[in-house]
């Protein structure tokens, strides 16, 4: 079998007649698993069932990637639930066929091994992982409305256990190298210089297989303890996911808790429910969300802009945890404040944050030393980026870039965080106002993924593309925007929240039911709990530069809690009082209230608005706008975004019509 014989494969045998199956999908930059791929490994099979090499060691041909599973793009060509069935069993009866070849088998797992890839790694007798910051395994099938379709379900509670291999899947979390191998999904580890290959060749011709599971984890797989552990699981999961807008994790649970201790009809409930998810209204949503995410990740690719250091000017929440999540991606940064009474908190609240995703000494210690006080702001001439975060006044932000520009380096992004302020207020001071920016974060900064790079009628395209690909560094979606009030998300919120206040002042909603009423549409939380999230002091900042003057009662009321120190979540009180994090809600106040119709009226102005944005041109296209929702407000990702949400009403009703 020569090398040219396969688009997306490469067959080579070394002299111990060990056979090296190299998958290098042809014009992509990361292997998938798509129909043509799977089209190929079926021919490959074949083969090597009649003529049997000593054993087949699996590899990927790209750098830092293994595969990362389906190819998503590929769903959208299914028409029918019977097409994905049969798709699926096809897999099924590709990899049975893997898993049963008659001489070892090995797979060599170096960079991201997601999905399907992890389902093809778990049919070959033993897997060898490099142990390196790049290598991540897992299941993200949840988060596409689906779970594992290519035999993972099955394998994985078999290899693993069930209870192990359930919380991987229903979660979609990714692991390490050493978790993979201390939960048996990985059999040996190989460190961060190399030796893969020599570990592959050796597994095979000696015959290692993967062990079974502990005595506690086959035991979760089967009578009482399966049902007993589904039923928790089924609990903890509908505590964060309503089951009618995310039914993925509830179909895998029913089927494992009916079928678990049986994985053949577990492969079977495989093809039957997932091929039916995967033509759900809710799978559709989702891979829309992540098409937009792929989308955002486009912008900045033709920037070569790298930054090294970073200079955050004001130590407040804001300005805090940007600098904090800048050295969580690796970079130097310096802190700069008035006194370094007011820079201590961010630091400690930065300590926090690196000991919950770094978890060893040695990294903590490493971030730790890369986040600098800067009372004096000397770190701004050395800085690739400078990021105002101060508060939101237009005079006192003039002054401070009026004196920057004199400081920085000519080849520095010089960017601004405000939620509010136009740009061209700001960049007026300016000497070369073409190179300022808007960098928009939102709070908490650590959890909200995009970042709106804000410019205007003056800004060099360039700066937009530096921006954007500074933002692509620091593993934040960059979403370019049209500076005008509010920009995209706070023009859009600012309406969505100032209809909550009129309705909880004018009609004496309880602030509880107006929550309650956005999350059983779909928000991740509602209008007043994000209100006092974001920050009270915040939010009448924006309202006073949006909103007319029919919302002077509501900014009164924001104002009397401003003054009163009542901030919201980051002082323990707002609308809300808050113990641990969490708001203190009465769960009394729902009774009485039609949670539907009240929705209704709650999100019209954030679609009305959604619309304005758009015929506005505040960002590119329908797409931005429902990219910048998800990202930005956390608009609920299973209905695609709301003009698509708006776009599905409209085909029903003309459905109705026709009918």
């Keep these: 079998m020569s090398q040219s014989e396969y688009r997306n494969w490469r067959v080579e045998y070394d002299l111990d007649q060990v056979c090296w199956l190299t998958i290098d999908r042809a014009g992509e930059s990361t292997n998938s698993l798509s129909q043509e791929v799977m089209t190929e490994l079926e021919e490959i099979v074949t083969r090597l069932e009649k003529k049997h090499p000593k054993g087949l060691v699996l590899q990927s041909g790209k750098k830092n990637s293994f595969i990362v599973g389906a190819d998503v793009r590929e769903f959208e060509q299914v028409k029918s639930i019977e097409e994905a069935e049969g798709f699926i069993r096809d897999v099924h009866r590709v990899f049975d066929r893997i898993e049963a070849l008659p001489f070892p088998t090995a797979v060599l797992i170096d960079g991201y091994c997601l999905g399907g890839g992890v389902e093809l790694a778990l049919c070959f007798d033993y897997r060898i992982a490099a142990n390196n910051d790049s290598t991540r395994l897992g299941f993200p099938e949840v988060k596409l409305g689906i779970y594992p379709g290519f035999g993972g379900s099955a394998r994985s509670t078999r290899q693993m256990g069930g209870f192990q291999a359930m919380q991987i899947m229903l979660t979609g979390r990714m692991l390490r190298a050493y978790q993979a191998k201390g939960l048996g999904l990985v059999d040996q580890l190989v460190g961060p210089h190399g030796g893969l290959r020599w570990a592959g060749r050796n597994a095979v011709l000696k015959g290692r297989k993967s062990r079974r599971p502990g005595l506690a984890a086959r035991l979760s797989n089967f009578g009482p303890v399966r049902k007993f552990l589904a039923g928790q699981m089924r609990k903890q999961t509908a505590a964060k996911a309503n089951p009618a807008h995310y039914p993925a994790p509830f179909e895998l649970i029913d089927a494992w808790e009916e079928y678990g201790d049986d994985p053949r009809k577990m492969l079977d ?45 004001g130590a407040g929440v804001m300005g805090g945890d940007i600098a904090a999540w800048c050295v969580l991606q690796g970079l130097e940064v310096t802190l700069q404040d008035r006194e370094m009474k007011y820079i201590e908190p961010a630091l400690q609240r930065a300590k926090k944050l690196f000991i919950k995703r770094l978890r060893t000494a040695d990294r903590i210690a490493g971030a730790q030393s890369r986040l600098i006080a800067d009372v004096e702001g000397s770190g701004a001439a050395r800085a690739d980026v400078i990021i105002e975060a101060i508060f939101e006044n237009l005079e006192a932000k003039q002054e401070l870039f009026k004196s920057l520009e004199k400081k920085v380096k000519a080849s520095a992004i010089l960017a601004t965080n405000t939620s509010a302020i136009p740009l061209k207020d700001i960049a007026s001071v300016l000497k070369k106002p073409t190179r300022l920016i808007g960098l928009h974060f939102f709070n908490p900064v650590a959890r909200m993924p995009l970042v709106e790079v804000v410019y205007d009628e003056k ?112 002082t323990g009180e707002g609308f809300y009082k808050w113990k641990k994090g969490r708001a203190q809600k009465d769960s009394k106040a729902l009774e009485g209230v039609n949670l539907d119709s009240l929705a209704e009226e709650l999100m019209q102005p954030y679609f009305d608005e959604c619309r304005a944005c758009l015929a506005d041109k505040i960002v590119e296209d329908r797409d931005a706008v429902d990219a910048g929702m998800i990202f930005g407000t956390g608009f609920a990702p299973f209905r695609g975004g709301p003009l698509n949400y708006l776009d599905s009403i409209a085909a029903e009703n003309r459905e109705q019509e026709n009918e």
């Design 269 to 313: 409930q495989e093809a039957r429910r997932v091929a039916k998810l995967i033509n759900g209204d809710t799978s559709r949503g989702l891979r829309r969300v992540f098409r937009l995410m792929e989308q955002l990740k486009s912008h900045g690719k033709s920037s070569g802009f790298k930054a090294r250091r970073v200079h955050v000017i």
């Design 459 to 570: 800004t060099r395209p360039a700066e937009i593309e530096r921006g954007s690909a500074f933002c692509n560094q620091i593993n934040r979606f960059p979403l370019p925007v049209r500076s005008s009030p509010g920009f995209l998300v706070n023009r859009v919120l600012g309406q969505y929240m100032l209809k909550a206040f009129q309705i909880h002042r004018e009609r004496k909603v309880p602030k509880e039911a107006l929550d309650k009423a956005a999350e059983r549409f779909g928000m991740p939380m509602g209008p007043v709990e994000l209100a006092d999230t974001v920050g009270l002091d915040v939010g009448l900042g924006v309202m006073n530069t949006l909103a007319s003057e029919d919302a002077a009662e509501d900014a009164a009321v924001l104002k009397s809690f401003v003054d009163a120190g009542k901030l919201g979540k980051k």
